[in-house]
């Protein structure tokens, strides 16, 4: 990105000048990280703060990059009141893709004597790759039963346990499911897909915390150095994409119909209170809930996996945490509360201290934030602050986010001579697809460390842990 073309605001935050036009963008980031950032995401915020019933700016998190529609790393807040908009290219195509974090009571030196055959017997276990499909079969009833229960609906069904809800976004279950507005061939794609990790980015990763920046944060998570974690980084898989495909075509023919200008197609939109609009969300919030029943299967069978390799093994549910959504929350603007739907595309809420939606055992040192590495550098455990709700609506990073695409990845590395070099250096990967594996190389990404440093510079969250790799079940 030329970000001579940018205004410095504040530390880690810089705007395009306006041209009158648009409502203001704001992109969080150092120099060096926006830098690495294409100029289409600039263009693609630009877009966004052209859209109606905007409230406040149109904001890029630090690990930003070009995606559909929005960018990734793009958040966005809107007003039914005002004729605000919901938007399916500023939620994703994998609606509700996000990160289960489990604790375990293991350390580093527990599990070093046995990581090769744990390593196998996750990714015997754990379905992963295009086209991977899981023993469970669902009828089209059982699906609109996932639809409308989410994680509650798998631990009735004997995955996971009930202590695990109260620490998953949403407790386990999003409100407002309709499974009516999903279309047939959206279930179709999702009959065998429950319990499967999908391809791309998606992975399950066995961690160790190898450094601790907030004490108080580590003790109220359960956290302490050498420990052992699991990260499980999957969404709604085909029902999602499926949705998402579907319902592009309807929003833009409302927009049409309504008089909505795009300022691009990929940002295909109604008002919230259209029919439309209600018909999207109702189909968001299903996938939302198959989302989170197929992390609560995958946590269930990860647990049985590390079961019978370490029988005295257990695993809680640190937090789960969405990245692809659009909620309808409550934020304070100019000193009064409105209710707000705010666009998180690649980006993860981030609650701050004494929140009520945070469990309360966290509640005195704010949300589970997790920032998701590229494979083989590391991941981050961050805490909400209140400072986010201010400057982005409580939001924060997702992950590493791409440098270059996935095309130029495969020009420049091969997977056979990746998984032996992190092999080399004690971090195992499992995978189907060598392909797969250089698309996901991690100089295909930007430096992990430096978006969890910056994101707490920037005010959107603060870093907790830092959890190093040591096996990768990858798609």
């Known amino acids: 990105m030329d970000i001579s073309r940018l205004k410095q605001i504040e530390d ?35 877009n966004v703060a052209r859209l109606p019933g905007l409230v406040g700016a149109a904001m890029t998190m630090p690990d930003a990059h070009w995606g559909y529609g929005f960018p990734i790393g793009g958040v966005a807040a809107f ?46 276990h754990i379905p992963a790759g295009v086209g991977e499909e899981g023993e469970l079969k669902l009828a089209p009833r059982e699906l ?50 429950m319990g499967t990790l999908g391809s791309g980015n998606h992975y399950l990763e066995v961690q160790v915390v190898e450094k601790i920046y907030d004490a108080e944060a580590a003790r109220a998570f359960g956290l302490h150095q050498g420990q052992v974690l699991v990260s499980i980084h999957c969404g709604s898989r085909g029902l999602g994409h499926q949705i998402g495909t579907d319902y592009l075509v309807s929003l833009a023919k409302a927009a ?12 295909a939109c109604a008002p919230i209170h259209s029919p439309e609009g209600r018909e999207y969300i109702g189909a968001m919030n299903a996938a939302v809930n198959v989302a989170l029943a197929n992390r609560q299967i995958l946590a269930h069978l990860t647990r049985q996996v ?58 005195a040192v704010g949300q589970p934030v997790i920032i998701g590495g590229s494979m083989g550098t590391g ?40 998984i032996d070099e992190l092999a080399g250096r004690g971090i195992l990967i499992r995978t189907r697809s060598m392909r797969g594996a250089a698309e996901e190389a991690p100089g295909a990404y930007k430096d992990v460390d430096s978006v969890a440093e910056v994101t707490e510079k920037a005010g959107l969250a603060r870093r907790v842990a830092f ?8 798609g």
Not at 164 to 176: F, V
Not at 331 to 354: C, N
Not at 467 to 474: G, I, S, T, W
Request: net charge negative.
């Open 12 to 46: 880690y935050c810089y705007t395009l000048p306006s041209d009158g036009k648009c409502a203001p963008v704001k992109l969080y980031g150092s120099q060096a990280l926006l830098e690495t950032m294409d100029d289409k995401v600039l263009e693609q915020i630009s």
């Open 79 to 124: 007003d039914p009141e005002l004729g605000g908009i919901i938007s399916a290219g500023g939620v994703g195509f994998d609606i509700s893709c996000g990160i289960r974090c489990l604790r375990s009571n293991l350390d580093l030196a527990d599990i070093v004597p046995v990581l090769p055959q744990l390593a196998d017997e996750l990714f015997r």
């Open 144 to 193: 609109d039963e996932v639809m409308l229960g989410g994680a509650h609906w798998a631990v009735e069904q004997g995955y996971g346990e009930a202590d695990d809800l109260p620490y998953i976004e949403e407790h386990g279950t999003m409100a407002g499911a309709v499974p009516g507005n999903v279309s047939q061939l959206a279930k179709q794609r999702q009959r065998g897909e």
């Open 256 to 267: 049409q119909r309504l008089g909505i200008v795009l300022p691009d197609r990929e940002l």
């Open 306 to 363: 590390f079961a019978h390799v370490l029988p005295a093994s257990r695993l809680d549910t640190l937090y789960d945490v969405s990245h692809n959504t659009c909620k309808a929350e409550k934020h304070r603007v100019e000193g009064h509360e409105r209710l707000l739907y705010v666009h998180r595309k690649g980006a993860t809420r981030a609650f701050g201290p004494g929140h009520p939606a945070i469990p309360e055992a966290y509640r």
């Open 379 to 418: 991941s981050y455990v961050l805490a909400g602050i209140q400072e986010s709700e201010t400057k982005a609506w409580s939001s924060a990073s997702h992950g590493a986010g791409r440098a270059m695409s996935r095309n130029a990845a495969l020009k420049k590395w091969h997977g056979r001579e990746l």
């Open 467 to 474: 959890l190093r790799p040591k096996a990768c079940v990858k």
